[in-house]
């Protein structure tokens, strides 16, 4: 198992920043991808970013393209997610995952809970 915890969460303006974090506990954290789901109330969860188990090969989707960065420190067990420049379509819900790398559900086999981001216009 590869527990995962996401914080950093809340309510922004539009044109605000966050930051979010995932931390892992497991000594296996370090050989997987990480990624960042998000899912909108009645919307079915969607990809927004993933980093290689290296940190050397990210990949966004591309309305955060620019705009959202990920990144990951093995020596904290964490990935962050810094989103600059939000907008009111990325309140959503936003999910941490561990796995293969990829860009769907099936990809990853750990999951956090969710930590939510509201923005407001």
């Known amino acids: 198992q590869v527990p995962l915890v996401e914080s950093g969460g809340g309510l922004v303006q539009a044109g605000g920043s966050l930051r979010l974090s995932c931390t892992a506990s497991g000594r296996a954290y370090s050989d997987y991808a990480m990624a960042w789901f998000r899912q909108a109330p009645g919307r079915e969860r969607e990809f927004v970013a993933t980093i290689d188990w290296s940190g050397g090969n990210k990949y966004y989707e591309d309305s955060v393209k620019g705009r959202f960065t990920i990144s990951r420190d093995d020596a904290k067990n964490t990935v962050y997610l810094h989103m600059n420049n939000l907008k009111p379509e990325d309140t959503a819900a936003y999910y941490c995952?561990?796995?293969?790398?990829?860009?769907?559900?099936?990809?990853?086999?750990?999951w956090g809970q969710g930590t939510q981001v509201t923005v407001s216009s």
């Open positions: 995952a561990a796995g293969g790398g990829g860009i769907t559900d099936s990809d990853y086999a750990y």
